[in-house]
């Protein structure tokens, strides 16, 4: 019995390896011969072990986050717009969010030009000037 959770042990160990490099949770259990269910059943019931799964896949967010500050400072000019848009939102935004506020200005002076001959001929001043009388 010991030499079997040794020997479970030692392959759950070798699945989080493999996903820490990057495999999907099933192709890691394919490689190491044990089923996702016995992955997923012993990561819910061993804390310890999904402590320091879920410390290593933080780990893989941190490598990443690394690379791309590295590419930005190199000028990479892609990894600097998603670094500055992502981490200094109140002062990089993209372009396209401002045109589109530009171009449905655009698009609302136009129906109001279009709507002008008719509120002249109806005598209208203000269409969004409601009487309140009582």
């Not at 780990?59 to 690379?67: A, K, L, M």
């Not at 045109?99 to 209208?124: N, R």
Request: glycine share 4%; net charge positive.
């Amino acid at each position: 019995m010991e030499k079997t959770l040794k020997n479970n042990n030692r392959k759950l160990e070798e699945v989080k390896l493999y996903i820490t490099q990057g495999f999907t949770v099933k192709k890691s259990c394919e490689k190491v011969g044990i089923g996702r269910s016995t992955f997923y059943k012993h990561l819910s019931s061993n804390k310890e072990f999904k402590d320091s799964f879920y410390q290593e896949l933080d780990s893989r967010v941190f490598d990443v986050e690394d690379s791309l500050f590295k590419q930005a400072i190199t000028g990479n000019t892609t990894a600097i717009i998603f670094f500055l848009t992502n981490r200094a939102k109140d002062r990089w935004k993209h372009k396209s969010e401002i045109d589109l506020s530009i171009q449905k200005a655009q698009q609302l002076k136009s129906v109001t030009d279009e709507l002008e001959p008719l509120q002249k001929a109806l005598g209208i001043s203000n269409p969004f000037k409601f009487n309140n009388k009582n």
